[in-house]
């Protein structure tokens, strides 16, 4: 794959820079509490890219972007002009971020990295798309994020991607030729992912023998286990696109020996989290999900300097959200270093122009959509750690 070459200067100066650089450049991040426009700095001699994510669940999308901007500052920024990451919590509410954009774009910013969550990038994607202000989203997988125009793109797959990737994960790997799926109901993420998967492995001649439903905040499944326990033959796999706590407790439910479904459990990247073996246990142990990125993976030379500067900055190995914000905040950045005149139309036409981006993931293209045609892996959980188990090129 072809790499842009401007990004091996700004990789090689930011790894090997010197340390005293790095955190003078991180004065130029500052934090807005508040969607007061007149909290942020007005210096003309900066370029202003705002910053909107959803703490504490992912929230290592910011750190991501942090390092991006320190990064590229250490490297002279924007042609010679430092970058200020104005950055807002929304709290994953979407009249407090569309608040949040409307205030920095009235301050100046010249494009938007995030939101986090789908339904809320929707609602940025109207306001940005009104003031012709360019977007990058960090961890938003629904393919809806981009409908509101050509401002807004996406820097995650899509869900039915994803999906699809597992379904043939579990035909061509596993040999999985039936399968349950279980939904967490009201959830457009779940939905959407389980509609994906039924449909990629029935196309492949796979059956899905059962397929149940649970709500937020459910506790006990065993109804649904039960209808899962009891199919002849057993299941091979079952497929459990969840995003909150509930997931891991229906696998170690699965797992207990009142049921004790034998299957192989999959997921998607909303199996991503810190707290994910805590919850299940020993459980989990066999079990595959979707993700972005993994520090021990298959990884370029790009991903690899993005784990040694992250590890170096935070003392803790980045996750798949943290390798989002990176990546889209590099993202804008690298188009912004492209463009002539830095105005925000410019900088989205070369956003939709990036090809072959190699940072902490990689990306091909963007589609006609926005969608980002990117790389994928997959991760397992073994000896009670999630750890790399396959990677998937763009």
């Not at 930011?14 to 130029?28: D, H, P, Q």
């Not at 509609?195 to 499944?221: C, L, P, R, W």
């Not at 459990?265 to 919850?279: A, M, N, S, T």
Request: aromatic share 10%.
């Amino acid at each position: 794959m072809l790499f842009q070459q401007n990004r091996t200067t700004l990789r090689y100066i930011a790894i090997f820079g010197v340390l005293t650089s790095f955190f003078l450049s991180c004065n130029r991040i500052q934090e807005v509490v508040a969607p007061d426009a007149g909290q942020i700095s007005n210096d003309a001699s900066t370029v202003k890219i705002g910053f909107i994510y959803s703490p504490p669940d992912p929230g290592t999308t910011r750190n991501g972007a942090e390092l991006a901007v320190a990064l590229a500052n250490e490297a002279g920024g924007i042609n010679g002009l430092l970058i200020e990451l104005l950055i807002r919590d929304d709290k994953r509410d979407a009249l407090r971020s569309v608040q949040h954009a409307e205030a920095l774009i009235a301050a100046g910013v010249s494009a938007i990295v995030g939101p986090d969550y789908s339904t809320v990038a929707v609602e940025v994607g109207a306001v940005v798309q009104r003031y012709g202000i360019p977007m990058v989203t960090t961890y938003p997988t629904n393919p809806e994020v981009p409908r509101n125009g050509n401002f807004s793109f996406m820097g995650a797959y899509i869900d039915p991607y994803q999906a699809r990737i597992m379904a043939d994960f579990a035909i061509q790997e596993l040999q999985a030729m039936t399968a349950a799926v279980l939904t967490e109901t009201g959830s457009p993420y779940s939905e959407g992912l389980s509609t994906a998967f039924i449909e990629d492995f029935t196309v492949q001649n796979g059956t899905i023998a059962v397929h149940s439903f649970y709500k937020t905040g459910t506790t006990d499944f065993t109804e649904q286990l039960l209808a899962i326990a009891a199919v002849e033959p057993a299941v091979d796999a079952v497929f459990l696109p969840g995003l909150g706590s509930e997931f891991p407790l229906v696998v170690k439910q699965a797992k207990s020996d009142d049921i004790n479904i034998s299957a192989a459990f999959l997921g998607g990247d909303g199996w991503d989290r810190p707290d994910l073996v805590e919850i299940g246990g020993m459980a989990l142990e066999g079990s595959f999900f979707a993700n972005h990125f993994s520090p021990d993976g298959q990884l370029t030379v790009d991903a690899r300097q993005f784990v040694n500067a992250y590890t170096e900055k935070y003392g803790i190995a980045p996750d798949g959200p943290a390798a989002l914000g990176y990546d889209a905040a590099t993202i804008v950045i690298e188009a912004m270093r492209r463009t002539t005149d830095l105005t925000p139309p410019a900088i989205r036409d070369q956003i939709e122009a990036t090809q072959d981006y190699s940072g902490a993931t990689m990306l091909s293209h963007f589609d006609e959509n926005r969608h980002a045609i990117k790389s994928l892996v997959i991760n397992t959980i073994k000896d009670g750690k999630i750890q790399f188990h396959q990677f998937i090129e763009p």
